[in-house]
């Protein structure tokens, strides 16, 4: 089987980009990418464009194709995903399948979205479900999970916003984060309530903004001195079915253990992690079910100070979304950027010391209860 | 919420309450149940998920307890009242676990484990303005209700 690796990586600054389109973002991404694995564009054998909102909100279709003959990418397959905030994950995992099943020696991912415009309101699965008539938003579903974690494990509202403390001071060190100024404890707690208990602090900010990664067989690259092998890319999809435990997650518990199982490593194996802190409460979740500590226990793991950088396991050390704001399909393919980054020991002051392997897990979608997708990919350094 | 003028205001959702007539009566939540799976779902899905089999409409009850909640306390969507409460109860001898809307004056009150009814009201818009029926929980106990 081929073996299967990451040869470039590129990204834009999060935040706002009022004078870029979504197509402008995509592709400059695409070109720091291209220019960043040293290959010509006649050699990317099938593209994967992911935007959440494209459609939705400027009424446009098959933006792929666009983004892709800007950089001058063009007649072979381009593939136009859709999957919410795991859209660039996605297309990351697509490109993956594609090149791991010999179709193709390289692929080209890339995800986009623009959101700072007005009345972007806040984001829902699909304005026909039961739950968001009954109104189901976003930021709900992870404030019902803080709750049951707290009345379950006894987990704080001090423990909850350190993970916003954290990857606010994270992100000092990350030019292309949005939101770059260290937070105190005591402003993450007394920033205003959006949804009980999580302020506004412990809810990630929208951007603009867009990621891409180049990934081919290792057959191609002349050299192979900064390429990044891909251990495992898997997708999940929820199981929907109630009850629900909130605490639990059985999509989050599924997806790592089945990325687990397919590289062949453990939660011990790991130096490195992005995850999908889209809100504090999640990314204590993601601890749990990546096996970084046991249930129940995320809150105290955050409190002790072990997911920072320079502790046992950090996390988000690019800042997550908390700081870089989550422009929802560029999201996944940030997290690839930011694993690359530190397994090629180019992180500066944010590098984890001797990062060998590294792993992006995001989520995606409300539907049941339960989440709409969940991705997980590792990925190790060569040497 | 005007009483007179329920009968004319649709529901959010086609079939997913009942309102019995007469005076004060119990509305229930109507959902759906397999008879070879012996398996509840809320709302009703056209087939079985577990054997793609009919589902008949299953009365589903009044009254369950509160297993998490929230309060949202943006802008409401969908003519909701600011702030709002949400979250999931656990549906008395069904085994389901229901997303639900909780009495907008009774959001102080809401904690795991308690015990709710639902009730049926005017709450919100169809997203253009247009009044809407919606189902949402209250407390069994109706001795702590605000006075405003």
Redo the contacts between chains.
């Keep these: 089987m081929a073996s299967v690796i990451v040869l470039g990586v590129g990204m834009i600054p999060f935040g706002k980009h009022l004078k870029l389109s979504v197509v402008d973002m995509g592709a400059e991404a695409a070109y720091l990418a291209l220019k960043d694995a040293g290959l010509p564009p006649a050699r990317i054998e099938i593209g994967f464009f992911a935007s959440a909102g494209a459609s939705r909100m400027f009424g446009e279709s098959t933006v792929g194709q666009n983004v892709f003959w800007e950089v001058g990418v063009n007649k072979v397959p381009v593939i136009n995903v859709e999957n919410a905030c795991t859209s660039g994950s996605t297309a990351l995992y697509l490109a993956y399948n594609a090149v791991l099943a010999g179709q193709v020696e390289v692929a080209l991912a890339v995800g986009s979205e623009k959101l700072c415009v007005p009345d972007t ?2 984001l ?1 699965s699909g ?1 026909t479900e ?8 976003a ?2 579903g992870f ?3 803080a ?2 974690h707290m ?1 379950e494990f006894g987990t704080t509202r001090e423990q909850l916003a350190q993970v916003a403390v954290k990857n606010r001071l994270h992100a000092e060190h990350n030019q292309i984060a949005q939101f770059r100024t260290p937070v105190s404890l005591e402003q993450v707690l007394a920033a ?6 999580l302020t506004r602090l412990q809810c990630c900010p929208i951007a603009d903004g867009a990621a891409a990664a180049v990934v081919c067989s290792d057959r191609v690259a002349k050299s192979l001195g900064r390429a990044v092998d891909v251990n495992a890319a898997v997708l999940c999809t929820g199981n ?1 079915e ?3 435990d ?1 605490v639990r997650w059985e999509t989050d518990y599924r997806s790592c253990a089945l990325a687990y199982e397919k590289a062949g490593l453990g939660p011990k194996d790991i130096d490195v992690v992005e995850c999908h802190d889209a809100f504090t409460i999640a990314e204590i979740l993601h601890y749990e079910a990546l096996g970084l500590c046991k249930l129940g226990e995320g809150g105290a793991l955050v409190a002790q100070g072990e997911t920072a950088l320079g502790g046992r396991i950090p996390v988000n050390v690019s800042g997550g979304l908390l700081s870089r704001g989550h422009p929802v399909a560029a999201t996944g393919l940030a997290q690839v950027v930011e694993i690359v980054t530190q397994l090629r020991h180019e992180a500066g002051p944010r590098q984890v010391d001797s990062a060998r392997i590294g792993l992006a897990q995001c989520m995606g979608g409300d539907k ?2 339960d989440t709409k997708s969940c991705t997980v990919a590792i990925f190790s350094r060569r040497s | 919420m005007n009483q007179e003028s329920t009968q004319a205001i649709a529901p959010v959702a086609p079939g997913i309450f009942v309102v019995p007539s007469g005076e004060g009566s119990q509305p229930r939540l109507i959902g759906g149940s397999c008879p070879s799976c012996e398996k509840h779902y809320f709302p009703r899905p056209k087939y079985c998920p577990s054997c793609l089999g009919p589902v008949e409409e299953a009365d589903l009850g009044s009254t369950g307890t509160v297993y998490s909640f929230t309060v949202v306390r943006t802008r409401a969507p969908l003519g909701l009242p600011e702030p709002y409460g949400i979250g999931y109860v656990d549906l008395d001898g069904t085994g389901l676990r229901v997303f639900c809307l909780f009495d907008p004056a009774c959001i102080d009150d809401l904690q795991a484990g308690l015990q709710v009814r639902l009730a049926v009201g005017q709450l919100g818009h169809d997203g253009r303005g247009t009044p809407r029926m919606r189902p949402f929980f209250t407390p069994q106990r109706a001795g702590r209700e605000r006075s405003g």
């Design positions: 309101g806040l829902n304005k039961l739950d968001t008539q009954l109104g189901m938003v930021p709900a404030a019902m999970r709750y049951r009345v205003p309530m959006i949804v009980d208990p929907y109630s009850p629900q909130m049941a209860g």
